[in-house]
């Protein structure tokens, strides 16, 4: 059974850091482009960022630009989003998708999502 598992999330102060893991099973991500999506409470799913299967290219929505950062271990089958600067409005269900391409919700393989909360 394919499928991918997020881990890392946690409640964290305002300008802290987090980092998500988002780990594959059943099938390899080595040949898979890879992203991060959110949904925060009462909001649609929004693009995050996302990772060309061989590493070359990268997106990034702009709110999060210059403050998060998506790298992948294909040995580990493991994609990775480092948050830096977190601000309260990053409080959202972080989700790792791979098999598609850009910012849009239109992944094959998504995971079930790990809980960010910033807060004071």
């Known amino acids: 059974q394919s499928q991918l598992v997020e881990s890392g999330g946690n409640l964290v102060q305002p300008g802290g850091s987090l980092r998500f893991s988002c780990a594959a099973s059943?099938?390899?991500?080595?040949?898979?482009?890879v992203a991060w999506f959110r949904q925060a409470r009462g909001k649609e799913r929004e693009g995050v960022s996302c990772?060309?299967?061989?590493?070359?290219?990268?997106m990034y929505a702009d709110y999060v630009k210059d403050r998060f950062i998506i790298s992948r271990d294909d040995a580990k089958n493991t994609v990775y989003l480092q948050m830096n600067s977190l601000k309260p409005e990053d409080t959202a269900v972080y989700y790792c998708?791979?098999?598609?391409?850009?910012?849009?919700?239109?992944?094959?393989?998504w995971g079930k999502g790990t809980q960010v909360t910033v807060s004071s």
């Open positions: 998708a791979a098999g598609g391409w850009g910012l849009a919700p239109t992944y094959t393989y």
């Open positions: 059943g099938f390899s991500l080595r040949r898979s482009n």
């Open positions: 990772l060309s299967h061989l590493g070359g290219s990268t």
